[in-house]
């Protein structure tokens, strides 16, 4: 099993010293004469000033700094700790790119490496990264700036475990077409699970979590009268559903948020491209404007491929400049109405989607890389990030601003 040692007991204490410069008056009480007024100020020297209560940060050991902009690949847990990562790492440090979203839990609920027995975790540890240590040291030295992606609700692995945290459908765990499993963001014991496993990615080294999936499962207002599940402390509020689905996702943020604290990392969240047309996704709980409020980090998914037409586009496949400049317009003025916005950093298309059919799809190539990401530094976005399933990413693509 793994050895921690940089995370034992590495903590650093930061102190805030501050209190505002107080004036005191002191009037005597011997004579009302105006020129018997005796007004003293006291000034309080640093040295005087009572420190404030003393906030702990986590500290991992590793040094990272956050590049001018983040300009990132995903690389899966099997990626990471395989022959793959030389590759991949290769790619980073000859190009512009400077970021790599590494799976901690993934699609499946499985965490990608095995962390300590004592661990809570440690039954769904799996051996894909065998030294976490090793990769981060590799990361800190070439500085390719590590995200840990967390995937929340999507999670077989727990739902299998623990029906009673997932939806019943005629006694059994509901399971979509695709034979995956959700777990339930109304109920607590799911935020914690999560958190706790973000928790220990930022005690790893990593210096931001990436939480995906943080929704109900796609297409669930079809189905939320007819499967079985708690709606835990939503129960009694005075919302229907859909706004009940909108709080409890967006409350898992929040509560993610500053949790995470203590630990100093960034949190960003993955969502759906369209949920920023909407006023709210009816189905699935998100809700842009209130996710972005309590995140660093927003990462909307706009692939062209996974559009159906839209913004006046037929075939948006076939025109990524085009549909990410229309999407970029949209969330800029979105992201514009808020006091405290976060960083946009998009994920873009670095497959082909070919599953789309002849005549709706082409095969993505340097052209339709550099256009996304030219189409995204024209409306002012320049954070990006690169999806490709398999890891294969395109070679020879400009990556600069």
């Known amino acids: 099993m793994l050895k921690w040692s940089k995370l034992a007991t590495s903590f650093c204490l930061i102190t ?136 929340v609700f999507k999670d077989t692995v727990l739902a299998n475990k623990k029906p009673e945290l997932s939806y019943k459908d005629g006694g059994q765990v509901w399971k979509n077409g695709r034979g995956e499993s959700f777990v339930n963001p109304f109920l607590k014991e799911v935020w914690d699970y999560n958190v706790g496993i973000a928790i220990e990615a930022a005690k790893m080294g990593f210096q931001e979590i990436q939480f995906d999936y943080v929704r109900f499962p796609e297409g669930f207002e079809k189905r939320d009268k007819e499967l079985e599940y708690s709606t835990g402390e939503y129960t009694d509020k005075e919302k229907d559903n859909v706004q009940k689905r909108v709080q409890a996702v967006t409350d898992f943020v929040a509560y993610a948020e500053e949790k995470l604290k203590p630990y100093g990392v960034k949190v960003s969240v993955d969502i759906f491209g369209y949920t920023a047309t909407l006023p709210e996704a009816p189905g699935i709980g998100q809700n842009f404007s209130k996710i972005s409020e309590h995140v660093d980090v927003i990462s909307s998914m706009i692939y062209p491929s996974h559009w159906t037409p839209y913004f006046g586009i037929a075939k948006p496949d076939l025109q990524p400049y085009e549909l990410v400049t229309e999407y970029a317009k949209l969330e800029n003025k979105k992201l514009a109405e808020l006091e405290d916005p976060p960083i946009s950093r998009p994920w873009l298309q670095d497959f082909t989607a070919s599953w789309l059919g002849s005549g709706n799809y082409k095969t993505y190539g340097k052209a339709e890389i550099e256009a996304q990401i030219k189409a995204l530094n024209d409306q002012g976005i320049n954070e990006f990030l690169l999806w490709d399933a398999g890891n294969s990413y395109t070679e020879g693509v400009d990556y600069t601003p």
């Open 16 to 151: 805030m010293c501050v209190l505002p410069i107080q004036s005191v008056s002191a009037e005597s009480k011997d004579s009302q004469a105006e020129s018997s007024h005796e007004k003293r100020t006291l000034t309080l020297s640093k040295k005087e000033i009572p420190a404030a209560p003393p906030r702990f940060v986590y500290d991992s050991g590793y040094t990272f700094k956050y590049p001018d902009a983040i300009r990132g690949v995903y690389v899966t847990g099997h990626s990471a700790g395989g022959e793959r990562i030389n590759k991949l790492t290769n790619l980073v440090d000859s190009t512009d790119l400077n970021a790599m979203v590494i799976d901690i839990k993934d699609d499946n609920g499985n965490l990608t490496y095995e962390p300590e027995a004592s661990s809570s975790y440690a039954d769904i540890g799996q051996p894909y990264i065998k030294d976490p240590k090793s990769l981060l040291d590799k990361l800190e030295e070439k500085q390719i700036y590590p995200i840990a992606r967390v995937v």
